[in-house]
């Protein structure tokens, strides 16, 4: 693969596997991953719903949107623990969202009631628990249940513009990572590797087989967890990710596909009736 770094060393998460250059890996996962980052804030406080990236695509962070417990260098592969028990993620919402934002967010989650296993209940005494908030930071996530509070920021207005983009920093909180970045992803995709910036290369890079839980679900164009077309191009008019499938739109943020459902709940071990 032309544009790829000689040195990579790998980040184990639960359901994924990202890459940065060997020489940055102390400095990358202790400071840069672990806090907020305001330039961040400031490429998503430009982003309109005109452009053709997502908002979280626009961040520093691991994977543009993926923040790294600090002092936490990686997850087990398969590691039930970073699992929220019976599927229950507690939540308290402290961001300064408006109404119609806290709308977004609420709708976002009766979408998880409806068609997962995952039950988002409001705070009573949890120890482990997901807080909303809207620092001017990005979007962005922690991956799993890590333990105690994690926050989801959710910058307004970009990250509460679309019911997609709640839905996709909650998926992540539940455990899972990018679609594009699955070990198969190149019988379906093509990666524009000439035109990814070159310090997002990492972002790009695919899960290792002896790692990935693709519970025996396809590759998923339609997923709400996949980039855009666009995602860290150089030149943001050419693609930087090119569907093998001519037809196939990537990228979505309306919200979940088929397969998403489906892929939460094998994690969880459920059947939901979808209605």
Not at 167 to 173: D, F, N, P, S
Not at 211 to 232: E, L, P, R
Request: glycine fraction near 8%; charged fraction near 20%; include cysteine.
């Amino acid at each position: 693969m032309s544009g790829l770094p000689s040195a990579w060393t790998l980040v184990v998460l639960t359901t994924f596997v990202s890459a940065v250059p060997i020489s940055d890996v102390e400095d990358t996962l202790q400071v840069a991953l672990t806090i907020p980052d305001k330039e961040t804030g400031v490429k998503v406080s430009q982003w309109t719903v005109n452009m053709n990236v997502n908002p979280e695509e626009l961040g520093n962070y691991l994977e543009g949107d993926i923040m790294i417990a600090k002092g936490l260098k990686g997850y087990g592969a398969k590691d039930e623990s970073f699992r929220w028990t019976n599927g229950v993620i507690p939540y308290v919402i402290m961001g300064n969202f408006d109404d119609d934002q806290l709308n977004l967010i609420h709708e976002a989650i009766k979408e998880y009631e409806k068609y997962t296993c995952i039950q988002l209940k409001p705070r009573t005494d949890e120890k482990d628990y997901v807080k909303f908030v809207s620092y001017n930071t990005g979007c962005w996530s922690y991956i799993g249940k890590i333990g105690g509070e994690q926050s989801i920021n959710l910058q307004t207005p970009g990250c509460v513009t679309k019911k997609g983009t709640v839905i996709h920093e909650i998926m992540h909180a539940a455990g899972f990572w990018h679609e594009h970045t699955r070990n198969d992803r190149d019988d379906y995709v093509t990666i524009n590797w000439d035109n990814i910036e070159e310090s997002s290369t990492g972002n790009f890079a695919k899960l290792s087989p002896n790692i990935v839980q693709d519970y025996d679900i396809s590759y998923d164009y339609g997923s709400v967890m996949h980039y855009s077309a666009y995602a860290f191009a150089k030149n943001p008019i050419i693609r930087t990710i090119i569907p093998k499938n001519p037809s196939a739109k990537i990228g979505q943020r309306d919200g979940f596909s088929e397969l998403d459902y489906q892929k939460i709940n094998k994690m969880y071990n459920c059947n939901v009736c979808i209605v």
